[in-house]
């Protein structure tokens, strides 16, 4: 089992800069692939963004594709969400997660065993 744990989010204006950081419990982090997801008041969570176990293959949401950057640190047991460009659409609590699943990294929640708590991002128009 893994505990994770989201930190770096905050009230940003339109256009501004962010990096979330994720942090994991335990000694296999490296065995998991990790995905980044959020949600919005109203809607359901979505896939943002995923990495494989070695930080070899990474995909992204069409709406964040340019914008984001994911990657991930296993000597740290981390893995970041660089938000570039943010626009107010990316206004969510953004979650992390890990999926333990011997596979190509997946984009479903329902992929994905271990949630963090969540943060917060608010982007001002």
């Known amino acids: 089992q893994v505990q994770l744990v989201e930190s770096g989010g905050g009230l940003v204006q339109a256009g501004d800069s962010l990096r979330l950081s994720c942090a994991a419990s335990g000694r296999t982090f490296r065995n998991y692939n990790m995905g980044w997801f959020r949600q919005a008041p109203g809607k359901e969570r979505e896939f943002v963004s995923t990495?494989?176990?070695?930080?070899?293959?990474?995909y992204y949401a069409d709406s964040v594709n340019g914008r984001f950057t994911i990657s991930r640190d296993n000597a740290k047991n981390t893995v970041y969400l660089r938000m570039n460009s943010l626009k107010p659409e990316d206004t969510a609590v953004y979650y992390c997660a890990a999926d333990r699943t011997v596979s190509p990294p997946r984009t479903s929640v329902g992929a994905y065993d271990y949630w963090g708590q969540g943060t917060q991002v608010t982007v001002s128009s």
């Open positions: 990495i494989s176990r070695s930080g070899g293959s990474t």
